[in-house]
């Protein structure tokens, strides 16, 4: 690995060879498939259709008698012109419940849904160049999906969280009080810069030194597709990094490639992913142990905390990287419903509070 790429550089690296592999385990069609879509989808999107795909050629080999016993590798392109609608319906149904190398393996209506995206973006793309007779798959309806109430954290609960954190709590054992004294800064530095930008988790861990300028309390960061952005952070928020940036500056890293790398987990690499969701949900637990809290719900809680401010949607889509203001509309549908209701409030049509009919 190359010492001087990027941490981002260096993770797509990585991901296109998980691609690969992927790949090697579909029929061969499907490479022509996944170069098509290159330039409109991430890498880990095109994962997560190789990994969709898998399930559902696995599924016809073993479910579906004109595929029985075929080896995933050698069905061919024209094959595809023997899978029904029927078919994916009844893969949908066995997606419900089936077992993968003895595991059991359940998929919710959302997981269902976008196992449908996968295989009708596959049939969508060798249908329009000709290359298949139909989509039997734009024939089968989407499952409902019902929009779930947003998690997130109310003001006490983000006080109650950032206080144990930065103070401890009484219930830790005395290893766990000493393991704490050693990342009780840089944990603190992390929760107030996820609750105080919205962040995504990604682009937390790919944040480098040289990334975060003080004087005009703003970092650069890394976002879906590797465009860069620029997000600004309050006082609160640059006093906590600034106090972790002190300690972060003593340490020496243990591998070349992270020598860039802001946060770092406590054997001195990039820290990653796992590790911070572990210490999210390891912090939350106390804070607020009825809500399970990740990463991506301190975001919830910095957008909805952003939206109630502001009002404006387009400005919380534009904060939160959403390409879609969708997207926002979506996620933040219940909350627009209370401000519009809040709004209704303040309009005044009588200049009196009593009710004057004319006879």
Do not use: W
Not at 118 to 133: A, C, D, G, Q, V
Not at 134 to 140: H, T
Not at 215 to 243: C, M, P, W
Not at 250 to 264: E, R
Request: aromatic content about 10%.
């Amino acid at each position: 690995m190359d010492n001087n790429e990027t941490y981002i550089q260096q993770r797509d690296a990585k991901n296109i060879i998980k691609l690969r592999k992927l790949r090697d385990e579909l029929p061969v069609f499907c490479s022509e498939f996944f170069i098509g879509i290159e330039n409109t989808t991430s890498v880990l999107t095109r994962i997560a259709y190789a990994q969709d795909l898998n399930v559902f050629f696995k599924f016809l080999t073993q479910e579906i008698p004109y595929f029985e016993n075929k080896d995933i590798r050698l069905i061919a392109l024209s094959d595809l012109n023997h899978v029904t609608a029927e078919n994916i319906e009844l893969f949908l149904d066995y997606l419900n419940l089936y077992y993968n190398n003895g595991k059991k393996v359940t998929n919710n209506d959302k997981a269902k849904a976008r196992k449908l995206a996968t295989i009708r973006s596959l049939f969508k793309y060798f249908y329009k160049k000709n290359k298949i007779e139909q989509n039997v798959a734009q024939k089968v309806d989407m499952p409902k999906i019902y929009n779930k109430t947003i998690v997130r954290l109310e003001p006490n609960e983000v006080e109650n969280l950032l206080n144990i954190v930065d103070n401890g709590d009484v219930s830790l054992t005395r290893q766990q009080k000493d393991f704490h004294k050693h990342t009780r800064t840089r944990d603190l530095a992390i929760l107030m810069l996820f609750l105080g930008t919205g962040i995504r988790i990604s682009e937390l861990v790919g944040i480098n030194i040289k990334d975060i300028n003080f004087d005009e309390n703003s970092f650069v960061i890394t976002r879906k597709g590797g465009d860069q952005y620029i997000l600004y952070f309050s006082n609160e928020v640059a006093n906590a990094l600034l106090h972790y940036k002190v300690l972060r500056e003593q340490i020496k890293t243990k591998n070349p490639q992270d020598n860039d790398a802001f946060f770092l987990s406590l054997q001195n690499k990039r820290i990653t992913t796992r590790a911070v969701q572990n210490l999210v949900k390891k912090y939350s637990k106390i804070a607020s142990p009825l809500k399970k809290i990740s990463p991506h719900k301190l975001r919830s809680t910095y957008g909805t905390n952003l939206y109630q401010q502001t009002h404006d949607i387009y400005i919380v889509a534009d904060v939160l990287g959403h390409k879609d203001v969708n997207t926002t509309k979506k996620h933040y549908a219940a909350i627009s419903e209370n401000i519009r209701k809040d709004a209704s409030k303040h309009i005044k049509l009588r200049n009196n509070d009593e009710d004057n009919y004319d006879d």
